[in-house]
T-cell receptor
Framework: SQKIEQNSEALNIQEGKTATLTCNYTNYSPAYLQWYRQDPGRGPVFLLLIRENEKEKRKERLKVTFDTTLKQSLFHITASQPADSATYLCALYRRALTFGSGTRLQVQP | GAGVSQSPRYKVTKRGQDVALRCDPI?????LYWYRQALGQGPEFLTYFNYEAQQDKSGLPNDRFSAERPEGSISTLTIQRTEQRDSAMYRC??????????????FGSGTQLSVL
């Protein structure tokens, strides 16, 4: 069956460091992969979309990579700040957008 | 409105009652999606519409769940004969593009359903 796997354990890092979150998938051949941010009590908010023919995409302090051979996407936040603390979800398109369970990031001041 | 609006924000009902959850998407958005989200999990796809046409309802758990979007704007998700296992956050999202995988979804704040 198709699976999207994100690390269920929270990631704790120090302010100023780079946070790296992983999204692995099986039995998909997605043309696109998306990342969303979700704060407690709120709906997910779109961050970035990367296409299968793009190896890397950047937006301000965010960087996403997409390796279709490894079936993996990495999501990086450079110079992290406490305000970056949230849950980050990756999503792949099947017949509709399907989400992973998310990884909670905690940035310590 | 400026964003996706869902009502009610909270709904408490007794087992066996029917509930109707409403979603008002961003004006002009073509596609509308319903998801269900359990605590600590990502959103779970239920169904989606392009305009008024229900394109995919494969995520609806059983035939007690139904959705409609009769005029291609506001949508209602109805759960008949509610059960305790239906308790969850129900989220609606809309997109300006048809569902091809590259659409950006805008989510509402959700309806928290509690079935007693």
């Amino acid at each position: 069956s198709q699976k999207i796997e994100q690390n269920s354990e929270a990631l704790n890092i120090q302010e100023g460091k780079t946070a790296t979150l992983t999204c692995n998938y099986t039995n998909y051949s997605p043309a696109y992969l998306q990342w969303y941010r979700q704060d407690p009590g709120r709906g997910p908010v779109f961050l970035l979309l990367i296409r299968e023919n793009e190896k890397e995409k950047r937006k301000e302090r965010l960087k996403v990579t997409f390796d279709t051979t490894l079936k993996q996407s990495l999501f990086h936040i450079t110079a992290s700040q406490p305000a970056d603390s949230a849950t980050y979800l990756c999503a792949l398109y099947r017949r509709a957008l399907t989400f992973g369970s998310g990884t909670r990031l905690q940035v310590q001041p | 409105g400026a964003g996706v609006s869902q009502s009610p924000r909270y709904k408490v009902t007794k087992r066996g009652q029917d509930v109707a959850l409403r979603c008002d998407p961003i004006s002009g958005h073509v596609s509308l999606y319903w998801y269900r989200q359990a605590l600590g999990q990502g959103p779970e796809f239920l169904t989606y519409f392009n305009y008024e046409a229900q394109q995919d309802k494969s995520g609806l758990p059983n035939d007690r769940f139904s959705a409609e979007r009769p005029e291609g704007s506001i949508s209602t998700l109805t759960i008949q004969r509610t059960e305790q296992r239906d308790s969850a956050m129900y989220r609606c999202a809309s997109s300006s593009d048809d569902s091809r995988g590259n659409e950006k979804l805008f989510f509402g704040s959700g309806t928290q359903l509690s079935v007693l």
